[in-house]
Nanobody, 128 residues
Framework: VQLQASGGGLVQIGGSLRLSCAAS????????IGWFRQAPGKEREGVSC????????FYADSVKGRFTISRDNDTNTVYLLMNNLQPDDTAVYYC??????????????????????WGKGTLVTVSS
């Protein structure tokens, strides 16, 4: 599986960005794909993911109401629209995927427990 993330950049507080993840090479029709992030000096955390089966979406509590994940099945592209960005959103954002059976979701977003694939990250910086 290959994942290519793009769309990061510098944005002011309260601004918006849309991240894109172009995916290819899936060997299964049943997977979750989504976004994680890692801020400087912090552990990586889940942000949001979406199911390939029914389009169910999952969000970390910290981004609910501000971020929206979506997918374009025709182009195998997943998007993360980020609104009302805050300094705490500054991080490297990674696109990742895993089989649905290896995914759990909770207040901290999605967690991948096995057979996960990661793309290179894209940096989002929120400044005042």
């Amino acid at each position: 599986v290959q994942l290519q993330a793009s769309g990061g950049g510098l944005v002011q507080i309260g601004g918006s960005l849309r991240l894109s993840c172009a995916a290819s090479g899936f060997t299964s029709d049943s997977y979750a794909i989504g976004w994680f992030r890692q801020a400087p000096g912090k552990e990586r955390e889940g942000v949001s993911c979406i199911s390939s089966v029914d389009g169910s979406t999952f969000y970390a509590d910290s981004v609910k109401g501000r971020f929206t994940i979506s997918r374009d099945n025709d182009t195998n592209t997943v998007y993360l629209l980020m609104n009302n960005l805050q300094p705490d959103d500054t991080a490297v954002y990674y696109c990742a995927t895993a089989p649905l059976y290896a995914v759990t979701a909770g207040p901290n977003g999605c967690r991948y427990h096995a057979k996960h694939y990661w793309g290179k990250g894209t940096l989002v910086t929120v400044s005042s």
